[in-house]
């Protein structure tokens, strides 16, 4: 794995990446995919897959502790879900978890059942309540297994 977040011209090195299922916001017997991309490591009970693992990241958020991308992908479609992209964790932006859409380019290598090898990025230097920021990121991570509904 290779990238960085710059926000207002720091830049930090994602070093990181998790994948795992949540349930979907808008249908709870559903689970949705996402992929993590942390510059620091993430215990299994901070991944942010329930509302107590973004609590956690929210706090080593507001300590300036994680700078972090949360891409949401779309299985069926081999991408990013086209009603939130992807949420940023990242003091810089937003005291906790930030939703972001739009902005988000993906271009799948491989993306199955098991693996997502991928490369993403802004489409751009962007900018959010006066604060310029973007990523570029090429990663590969295994997919776990779905989660029975």
Do not use: C
């Not at 902005?103 to 059942?113: G, I, L, Q, S």
């Amino acid at each position: 794995m290779s990238g960085s977040f710059t926000v207002n011209g720091k830049t930090t090195r994602f070093e990181h990446v998790y994948a795992f299922w949540k349930p979907s916001l808008f249908d709870q017997t559903k689970s949705d995919l996402y992929v993590l991309l942390s510059d620091i490591p993430i215990p299994a009970g901070t991944l942010p897959k329930d509302d107590a693992g973004v609590a956690k990241m929210a706090g080593l958020v507001r300590e300036g502790k994680v700078h972090a991308l949360e891409l949401h992908m779309a299985p069926a479609a081999k991408g990013l879900d086209p009603g939130e992209n992807a949420a940023v964790y990242h003091v810089g932006l937003s005291p906790a978890r930030h939703g972001m859409s739009g902005m988000h380019v993906f271009e799948a290598k491989a993306f199955d059942d098991k693996t997502i090898e991928a490369q993403a990025r802004t489409d751009g230097q962007t900018e959010s309540d006066g604060v310029r920021w973007s990523y570029e990121v090429r990663f590969r991570v295994a997919i776990p297994p779905k989660p029975v509904s």
